[in-house]
């Protein structure tokens, strides 16, 4: 045995050894009806990115958990997948793409596809291979892509089904909009920032006494332009004597009636509100309840549209400047707060103020119809079918199961599964917008009726980029094109990324072996970070239940968040980020693991450096030390594994009875899922005692080596969740001294304080 540990040279060794054995191929190991199951499908990470350090936590949990799992003999599958990742690869890609001088709107929409396609392609094992260098024994031969054709196929079947139900609709509502990113989100997609923004105090005119003047003040004054009604609080004293009197539009001089609506806050500004309808949430609600009209202002591209004349084409802080030069050339600011402070919402992708915009949108009915989904989670919490592991979670999610909104399924991009719709086009040519690119390059925008009049219908479709459509246009779901393609255009949106993966325990076990569902549904655990609970665990909660009428999982476990030595954030800005490659390289795939996992909590942050990682490491360089030490004076005794059996009484060993609580000890933390408490447990027992103690025992004669091989046994085996490459090293050392017989440590059973069970 060598004198130390190289894990450069042991790990890929290690890792081919495994895979020889076919050690996470749960078809492989004997099973009988009762054997129980165990399963945890795998947070797909973005197939083309390299793995971060939030990555490498979950592997080193869920590897601990399948290898304890599989130990114990039960029928054990980690099942594998990369994702597409919708908007965050799409965003990469255009990057990309303007590094060459080029952007999406040069492509039409099949060509663009492809095109992040094949990037994809060509980078799609970047996380499987790094994933697999930090021993993930995940059977990768039940791998899954959320585009597999068999994955598409179910998500389709699955919104064709929710359509049928009437937990699908289509409707024209006000959605979050990223002008850069080129899309809307959800609720949940979105972040809010705290912000010191100018409020303008704005005068507006009477109709028949244009002398009187009342204000109002907003942060936003650029779309003024396509504002029709102010309103007031019904119930204000002071200001409900102005419901039914007409001002001046400061912008356009067009009557403005002034009307009463309870949503009116009579202690913010003036207690008198403008009514943006197309670009404010509450003013849609309030039009949508007065049957006001909805003006939109502003387009997808975060331009002034063209009913704003002058500043048409403008940007909307452009616009806003302008705005304001020209009110205050008519003398109609009032005065101008630079220190008001108010939430604004943003991309949570690329940072851009979002921007309310009234589209017609595929929504998920949450709360209503012929089930409610919402209710279908609660139940699952209340009776225990599904447990939250993390430290207030449960409370956060049902908080937002109270208030959660239908779910805008829609999303303006390429780089997805596009929803299977056809819309009527005879009779509706002048409500469907389409964009399409010619052969030349050049792009048209306008309705079918303004575009058929000089193009081709195939024309169209061949170059097209996108389509709009109106929400009372007619429309079909067709999986391929319908058989009379001329009387229809498509859609092409496409689904939120998290529609879905929404479904990724279902598809990934109905679309693999047999009868892997029926095996391995419902899941064991679900393990990942506590910052998708509300856009990934809710949601697979959610479908889960509409699907199979069951939870989807039977526990979740949330990791927190990993930070810095000093506790703070990883950022790039920062230059604090941990490259789990780079600590691979240094410090060993076990280092990394081990620093991971030891002393963590579920829901709860944990800070981590370069000190915890030298640590570990030094924990594998004492596992192979004192290894190295037992086999050696076990040799010289030629000792063999038929003297290593576990005695038949261990009741009145001082040393089989530590032995034996530390295995009960790690054993019962880990069915707990009290994973870094177990981690902790074992690092203090082996260390502490077997090394420090029971060893120099061995040297002084006062532990027999017997006693302390089948020690060092049992210890392997605990610990080979944690550090399977070390404990594996190590077996194989053991096994060609004849010390032990099973072919494999991954494969070996998990130790007992009862050598009969």
Known sequence: MDSKYTYTEIEPKILQLWDTLQIANPDARKRTKSTKSFSIIMPPPNANDPIHIGHAMFVAIEDTLTRYHRM???????????????????????????????????????TLYQKIFEYVQENSDIAVSQIKRLGASADWTRFKFTLDEDVVSNVLETFKSLHKNGLVYRDLQLVN????????????????????????????????????????????????????????????????????????????????????????????????????????????????????????????????????????????????????????????????????????????????????????????????????????????????????????????????????KDWNISRQIVWGIRIPVWYK???????????????????????????LKNHTLEEIKAGLQTTTAEAAVPYILSITPPTEAQHYFPETDTFDTWFSSSQWPVVTLQTNQPDDFKRFYPTTVMETGYDILLFWVMRMMLMGSYLTDTTPFKHVYLHGLIRDDKGQKMSKSKGNVINPLTVVDEFGADALRMALVIRSTPGIDKSIGKSDFKAARNLTNKVWNASRFIISRSQDQSLSHTDLALPADTQESEFFTQLNQTITDVSTQLDKLQIGLAADTLYSAFWHWYCDECIEHVKLNKLSTQEAAIGLIQFLKLL?????????????????????????????????????D
Not at 327 to 343: F, T
Not at 359 to 386: A, C, H, W, Y
Not at 427 to 444: H, P
């Open 72 to 110: 114990l003999g039960e029928d054990t599958l980690w099942l594998p997948g990369t994702d597409h990742a919708g908007i965050e690869t799409q965003y990469v890609f255009e990057k990309k793409l303007a590094k060459q001088k080029q952007s999406r709107f040069d492509f039409d929409r099949e």
């Open 720 to 756: 080979h969740p944690f550090t399977p490459f070390v404990t594996e090293a190590v077996w194989q050392e053991l096994r060609a001294a004849n010390l032990v017989t099973d072919d494999c440590l991954a494969l070996s059973t998990w130790p007992t304080t009862n050598p009969t």
């Open 177 to 404: 909009y990223c002008t850069k990113c080129g899309t809307s989100y959800s609720d949940l997609e979105i972040n809010h920032e705290d912000r010191t923004t100018p409020l303008y105090y704005i005068k507006y005119r009477f109709q028949d006494t244009p002398q009187k003047t009342i204000s109002i003040a907003t942060v936003r004054p650029e779309p003024i332009f396509a504002d029709t009604h102010l309103a007031v609080h019904p119930n204000d004293h002071d200001k409900k004597h102005l419901i039914g009197k007409v001002v001046l539009n400061p912008l356009t001089d067009q009557p403005m009636p002034i009307i009463g609506d309870s949503f009116v806050d009579p202690e913010f500004g003036t207690g008198v509100v403008k009514l943006t309808p197309a670009h404010d949430p509450n003013d849609f609600a309030v039009a949508k309840a007065h049957n006001l009209p909805i003006v939109p202002a502003i387009s997808n591209r975060g331009k002034i549209l063209e009913n704003g004349g002058k500043y048409a084409g403008l940007s909307a802080t452009k616009a806003r400047e302008q705005v304001i030069i020209d009110l205050q050339k008519k003398q109609l600011i009032e005065k101008i707060d630079e220190k008001y402070s108010n939430r604004i919402s943003t991309c949570y992708r690329c940072g851009r103020v979002i921007e309310p915009l009234p589209l017609p949108q595929f929504f998920v009915r949450v709360k209503s119809g012929k089930q409610n989904l919402v209710k279908n989670i609660e139940k699952m919490l209340d009776d225990n079918d599904t447990s939250i592991h993390g430290a207030g979670r449960e409370k956060i999610l049902r908080n937002w199961l109270s208030s959660l």
């Open 425 to 451: 086009i005879d009779g509706y040519e002048d409500q469907i917008t389409a964009t399409f690119l010619e052969k030349s390059g050049k792009t048209n925008t306008g309705t079918l009726a303004e575009l």
